[in-house]
């Protein structure tokens, strides 16, 4: 069974900065088997959207929205995946989710709370 734990979620004010992790767990599972990891985020009354991915090969892909202030990295030793997020903007709260993706397999974490608020 695997399990996408995600952490590092809470209040911060704007300019702000935070680091979301996600601990992979499962019998045999390893990031960086995967086609990829990514992260996700859905506000309240929007659909979820995409923030960062990174392939096995370690290339990463950004959200207009967030390249410049976000990073996604990972630590195959760890296996953990994090997404280190920088000049937060109000905009940017919602509930993030971690990603597997092993097609036809596909895995997500129950969400970490992100809200940026004065």
């Known amino acids: 069974q695997v399990q996408l734990v995600e952490s590092g979620g809470g209040l911060v004010q704007p300019g702000g900065s935070l680091r979301l992790s996600c601990a992979a767990s499962g019998s045999g599972f390893s990031i960086n088997a995967m086609n990829a990891m990514g992260w996700y985020r859905q506000a309240p009354g929007k659909q979820r959207e995409l923030v960062a991915t990174?392939?096995?090969?370690?290339?990463?892909n950004y959200a207009d929205s967030v390249k410049g202030r976000f990073t996604i990295s990972r630590d195959n030793a760890k296996n953990t995946v994090y997404l280190q997020m920088n000049s937060l903007k109000p905009e940017d709260t919602a509930v993030y989710y971690c990603?597997?993706?092993?097609?036809?397999?596909?895995?997500w974490g129950q969400g970490a709370q992100v809200t940026v608020s004065s």
């Open positions: 990603n597997a993706d092993s097609f036809p397999a596909d895995y």
């Open positions: 990174i392939t096995r090969a370690g290339v990463t």
